[in-house]
């Protein structure tokens, strides 16, 4: 083996461990346990072999990827490095005071098209926050101005509509 092969072969396996970063981290996001995503997952993802993942032990396949990021419901880009070779940086927590909590399973049993909107925009939010625990949602100022905008209320009025709607 030729020192270049050794170096790929090691860049490999750094990458390998940041998507097994990357995989742990969201898991543990869902409050799951390794068991508990065989479980759920009808044995489609074995806790051993997912196990294995997450420390970088064994490459994951692209469509065995795309598999998993739709069962814990992330986009698969979040479970890729960037573009530095490190995991996505989650976006800055501090930006002032929040307004609210929005009950993302809550918002997934409505059906209008305030909600749809809505749920669209909360997964923006969720991408960019790196935020995928799928429960709640914590809203800042900044969002609470463009809910108000989606729901055609005044920021003042935008918490109380969200409750209206049970989502607050």
């Given at each position: 083996m030729s020192a270049g092969d050794n170096g790929e072969e090691?860049?490999?396996e750094h990458y390998g461990r940041i998507v097994g970063g990357r995989l742990r981290q969201i898991r543990r996001q869902k409050n799951l346990s390794?068991?508990?995503?065989?479980?759920?997952?009808?044995?489609?993802?074995?806790?051993?072999?997912l196990g294995a993942y997450e420390r970088g032990e064994r490459s994951i396949s692209v469509p065995r990827?795309?598999?998993?990021?739709?069962?814990?419901r992330v986009p698969v880009d979040q479970l890729l490095p960037g573009e530095d070779g490190e995991s996505p940086e989650a976006a800055d927590r501090d930006q002032g005071p929040t307004k609210s909590r929005i009950d993302l399973a809550k918002l997934d049993e409505l059906e209008s098209p305030d909600a749809d909107m809505l749920a669209r925009y909360l997964r923006m939010i969720q991408v960019q926050r790196q935020d995928f625990n799928g429960r709640v949602l914590t809203i800042r100022r900044d969002d609470m101005r463009?809910?108000?905008?989606?729901?055609?209320?005044?920021?003042?009025?935008?918490?109380?509509?969200?409750?209206?709607?049970?989502?607050?």
């Open positions: 090691n860049e490999q390794l068991q508990e995503v065989e479980s759920i997952s009808d044995h489609e993802f074995k806790a051993s072999v990827l795309h598999r998993l990021a739709r069962f814990y463009a809910i108000a905008c989606m729901l055609g209320v005044s920021e003042d009025q935008a918490s109380g509509r969200l409750e209206e709607l049970g989502l607050g």
